[in-house]
């Protein structure tokens, strides 16, 4: 079974900064991606940014350029950097973790609110 653990939420001003970070834990075996998603109320839960095992990575459209990704393989801990943070990134932010390549398993945390204010 795997864990996962957000933190870094929170309000900020719109043009604010936040990082959130993601501490997995567990039998975490053939890492495929791990990464984020948000979601609003009434929405469905969108793809903000994923890194995959080998390092790459991939953003919404919406983030590009003021999000990014990065990985501590050695804490298991992912971390999403947010920039020039906007009104409409206001969302509950969830981690995600999928192991495997052909059996995919994916393991999400709780999540964590952000909340960009105008």
């Known amino acids: 079974q795997v864990q996962l653990v957000e933190s870094g939420g929170g309000e900020v001003q719109a043009g604010g900064s936040l990082r959130l970070s993601c501490e997995a834990s567990?039998?975490?075996?053939?890492?495929?991606?791990l990464g984020w998603y948000r979601q609003t109320p009434g929405n469905q839960r969108d793809l903000v940014a994923t890194?995959?095992?080998?390092?790459?990575?991939n953003f919404a459209d919406s983030v590009k350029g003021r999000f990014t990704i990065s990985r501590d393989n050695a804490k298991n801990t992912v971390h999403l950097q947010m920039n020039s943070l906007k009104p409409e990134d206001t969302a509950i932010y969830y981690c995600?973790?999928?192991?495997?390549?052909?059996?995919?398993?994916?393991?999400w945390g709780e999540g964590t609110q952000v909340t960009v204010s105008s």
């Open positions: 995600y973790l999928t192991l495997g390549m052909s059996n995919l398993r994916t393991y």
């Open positions: 567990g039998s975490i075996v053939s890492l495929n991606s």
């Open positions: 890194i995959t095992s080998g390092g790459t990575t």
